[in-house]
């Protein structure tokens, strides 16, 4: 694993995901691995921790989370614009070297089935719960999440720092035909108000 | 209504959730009207467009929401960024000027009503599609989005453009702790790849 990467506490790790990041869904099941983009990825609860994410029915990864069980939710970089938007627009049922084609390194962590994606600056590895209503109506999938990690260069101390970090490091938000924004400048709220 | 405000087409309703922004929630039911702001909210499909939004059982817009079957999900500003931390860290239960006391002004708009939050940036008039099993195992509500507006100084054509407007009308991105960021800068996947 690379040096940078360390484990974040689960009672944090709805802080990956709080600023509404673009993110990528990985999973794999009986050899095939997948990785696509997904805008609507949203923080469900706190502890334990949960999220959502709209999986297409056209999509190769929904079968894959649905047979496994199991999915890594992670956070792709500016670095990682296009490699974002070429997973996102691509299907590995139409194109079956798209991982390869759109640049995507895997890597595994101890304990964990799925492959992750390298690169990225955060990581949730996720236990589906199975809602087959949600599932079908709405393509909808709830899953607890089980282990988080974060590139340390850019969220540390249960913070993102990405005022510090290399502009490279920032994440990405989808809008429509290839439009991302990169995260922007820091604020603070009073909170003695 | 302010001069700058337009409606927006509902098949592009989405793209004004779709970066991930910290919103507001407003509902109003029996003379009672509340705001809150909510970080968990996602868009869920785009036609009809439907969204997500988690609202805890501690506060008082989720009776509103409930008892009306309406809410408007709105995109504040970097403007708005103490107003939106004050009327997401104080209830109207405890507090019964909270919606004086944070700033907030609200409008009407004609056939919806549900108050609106004047400032923001845009505006989703949502129908809530009952679903009593998320609402009450995961505080999850699913709402049809019936309606939509934007201020057209930074979102227009079908368009967010913050890259040209004031970054006073940016969106906000909350991680925890008092501490948001702002919506960045533009970037442009390569989409013939």
Redesign the interface.
């Given at each position: 694993m690379d040096k940078h990467i360390a484990p974040v506490a689960l009672e944090k790790a709805y802080?990956l995901i709080?600023?509404?990041?673009?993110v990528l869904v990985s999973a794999s099941h009986a050899g095939v691995n997948n990785v696509m983009a997904a805008?609507?990825?949203?923080?469900?609860?706190f502890a334990p921790p949960?999220l959502?994410v709209?999986i297409d029915k056209a999509t190769r990864t929904r079968a894959l989370v649905e047979n496994s069980g199991h999915f890594v939710i992670q956070v792709p970089t500016?670095a990682q614009?296009?490699l974002?938007?070429?997973v996102g627009?691509k299907s590995l049922l139409q194109e079956p070297n798209k991982l390869e084609r759109a640049g995507v390194e895997l890597f595994q962590i101890d304990g964990y089935e799925t492959p992750f994606v390298a690169g990225c600056s955060a990581w949730l590895a996720c236990r589906l719960i199975p809602e087959a209503?949600?599932q079908n109506t709405?393509?909808?999938f709830?899953g607890e999440v089980v282990g988080a990690w974060s590139d340390t260069r850019v969220f540390r101390d249960?913070?993102?720092h990405?005022e510090d970090a290399s502009p490279e490091l920032?994440s990405?938000?989808?809008?429509?035909?290839?439009?991302?924004?990169?995260?922007?400048?820091?604020?603070?709220?009073?909170?003695d108000?």
């Open positions: 802080r709080n600023h509404g990041p673009t805008a609507w990825c949203c923080a469900l609860d949960k959502t709209v500016v614009l296009q974002t938007h070429d627009s209503h949600n709405y393509d909808l709830i249960g913070h993102w990405f920032g990405l938000h989808y809008i429509a035909g290839g439009n991302f924004y990169a995260i922007g400048k820091a604020l603070q709220a009073d909170t108000k």
